[in-house]
């Protein structure tokens, strides 16, 4: 079956914290992703990645980086989280067509 | 860019049927997807058109048109489980990235 894990479903952090979001996928997919997702705004793409060390910016990149170290793991990287960031964090994964999408983060930024 | 159109909410009876609209404007085009995501769950995938028409999957169809940048999902006979959000998402030409509008909440009343 189908998996895609993130490594928490609740984070709470303080301002100016750099925070670690994880996310494993055991499908052997190319391309990885990762979303925000906050009520009106839909889910916007922040960063992408379509091979290992490769990266590609989203829509919304801005105060985040990626790392792709393996090919089942794809890392997003607040360095300096703010307010502004709190949010539910999605993760997906794809081959060819259909994305499979994680659980969830959702974090706090106090 | 990309702008997907679809409405906030939309209420429907159980048993009766209930049809989402989607409206895009991309530089590109490769594909129409459509998720249902549960409250507090991560989305799923249900549909994806790439050439006009309509497809076909137990209670659920989706519709597309090119030419006037179109697409709905249809639900039959509709169950209280259905109550979810739906998500319309395009694929331009490059990759596998996909545009996701703000997302259709669904409330099935008895």
Known sequence: DVKVTQSSRYLVKRTGEKVFLECVQDMDHENMFWYRQDPGLGLRLIYFSYDVKMKEKGDIPEGYSVSREKKERFSLILESASTNQTSMYLCASSSTIEQYFGPGTRLTVT | ?110
């Open chain 2, 1 to 110: 860019g990309q702008n997907i159109d679809q409405p906030t909410e939309m209420t429907a009876t159980e048993g009766a049927i209930v049809q989402i609209n989607c409206t895009y404007q991309t530089s590109g085009f490769n594909g129409l997807f459509w998720y249902q995501q549960h409250a507090g769950e991560a989305p799923t995938f249900l549909s994806y058109n790439v050439l006009d028409g309509l497809e076909e999957k137990g209670r659920f169809s989706s519709f597309l048109s090119r030419s006037k940048g179109y697409s709905y999902l249809l639900l039959k006979e509709l169950q209280m489980k259905d109550s979810a959000s739906y998500l319309c998402a395009v694929r331009a030409n490059a990759g596998n990235m996909l545009t996701f509008g703000g997302g259709t909440r669904l409330m099935v009343k008895p």
